[in-house]
């Protein structure tokens, strides 16, 4: 391994990716996580999580003032959650790509959304929208030691 892929975790671009309660009920999380796995990011962080209203609350508090916040708290808490933290250069606008828009139902064939879900109000996974917020979210759901540091070994066949 080249000294140069030893970066320290706080320089490398990190996303905060969610399974949503819809998606662990549904089954989804082996399908889901898979996703990311195959892309070729690395997992640096993976809990089973039951969120309480006041993290969900923060976690979405840039839309406190929109009509559906309270359904979407009620839906964030309402079963355990799959929290991961995956790492690795451009990391938050590719697995936004990923993931699909928002909508399911305009969500692109072959993204997570676009081919598990069919409702705004349950698109069974959250990713974060920019590198800062990816920094954010993972101190937020995250303890210090839950994340790991290490190397996998197919970084040189992904990475040249
Ligand atoms: N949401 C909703 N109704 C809306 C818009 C958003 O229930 O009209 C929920 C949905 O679960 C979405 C989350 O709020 O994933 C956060 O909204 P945002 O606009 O940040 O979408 P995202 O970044 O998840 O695509
Ligand atoms: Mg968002």
Known sequence: VSPRRIVAS???EQ???MI???????????EIISRFEKKGFL????????????LAQEHYKDLKERPFFPKLIDYITSGPVICMAWEGDGVVASAR????????LQ????????????QTGRNV????????????EI?????????????????PWLIE
């Open 125 to 136: 996974v959250h990713g974060s929208d920019s590198p800062d917020n990816g920094k954010r």
């Open 43 to 54: 997992l640096k962080g993976l809990k089973l999580f039951q969120c309480p209203k006041e």
């Open 15 to 17: 996303s905060y990716i």
């Open 10 to 12: 706080s320089d490398v």
């Open 20 to 30: 949503k309660p819809d998606g662990v009920q549904r089954g989804l999380v082996g």
């Open 97 to 104: 790509k990923l993931i699909g828009a928002t909508n399911p």
């Open 139 to 155: 101190a937020l759901w995250f303890k210090e030691g839950e994340l790991a540091q290490w190397e996998s070994v197919q970084t």
């Open 107 to 118: 969500a692109e064939p072959g993204t997570i959304r676009g081919d598990l879900a069919v």
